[in-house]
């Protein structure tokens, strides 16, 4: 398996099941993000859905964006955004 296939993690009536056998390496095309349009190899990790893939950063920042949605802040909902970009306030 190459370092862009263990990027990208797939969702859906497609997913492949652990329990396969493992096909022989073949060169892939790589697979962009829907939103932000960088490869795999650009970004740390990237959900791919049936027509449609999320990179982990665009991923983070639509979470941020849920939370911060209804405009104050809850104390759970901040400690949920500190896990998540590694601050403290």
């Known amino acids: 398996m190459s370092d862009n296939e263990k990027k990208v993690v797939s969702i859906g009536s497609k997913a492949k ?3 396969e056998k ?3 390496e073949v060169k ?3 697979e962009y993000c829907s939103f932000c349009g ?3 190899t650009m970004v740390p990790k990237l959900v791919k859905g049936p027509g449609v893939n999320i990179c982990s950063e665009c991923t983070l ?3 941020q964006y849920l939370i911060l949605q209804d405009g104050a802040l809850s104390g759970e909902a901040q400690k949920i955004l500190d896990l998540l970009w590694g601050t403290k306030r």
Do not use: F, H, T
């Open 38 to 40: 960088r490869p795999n």
């Open 22 to 24: 493992k096909e022989p």
């Open 61 to 63: 920042i639509a979470v």
């Open 17 to 19: 099941k652990q329990s």
């Open 28 to 30: 892939r095309e790589l």
